[in-house]
């Protein structure tokens, strides 16, 4: 079983910024990909940033050019640099991961952590 522990949410205004923490324990052998998702109230949960072990990331288009997703590797720990944030951006975050090339993302899912834009 594997454990995600996110932190780091909060109240922020418009145009703040955050920065999420997320550290994954317990039976892990390997993971591929790290990501964070969000869901908003009455909205699906959505992909909004991951990174592979090789480094290589990618986006959801409303948080190119303002979120950057980080992780490292050893100590299985993935960031994600909130900057120039929208009121649209409030949601649960949420962090998962991939084990393997190929697999889903995991049925493992943390507590979250809420992120409150308004002013």
């Known amino acids: 079983q594997v454990q995600l522990v996110e932190s780091g949410g909060g109240l922020v205004q418009p145009g703040g910024s955050l920065r999420l923490s997320c550290a994954a324990s317990g039976s892990i052998f390997s993971i591929y990909r790290m990501g964070w998702f969000r869901q908003a109230p009455g909205k699906q949960r959505e992909l909004v940033a991951s990174?592979?072990?090789?480094?290589?990331?990618g986006y959801h288009d409303s948080v190119k050019d303002r979120f950057t997703i980080s992780r490292d590797n050893a100590k299985n720990t993935v960031a994600l640099q909130m900057n120039n944030l929208k009121p649209e951006d409030t949601a649960v975050y949420y962090c998962?991961?991939?084990?393997?090339?190929?697999?889903?993302?995991?049925?493992?899912w943390g507590q979250g952590t809420q992120v409150t834009v308004s002013s």
């Open positions: 998962n991961l991939v084990s393997r090339v190929g697999n889903p993302w995991s049925d493992n």
């Open positions: 990174i592979t072990i090789h480094g290589s990331t």
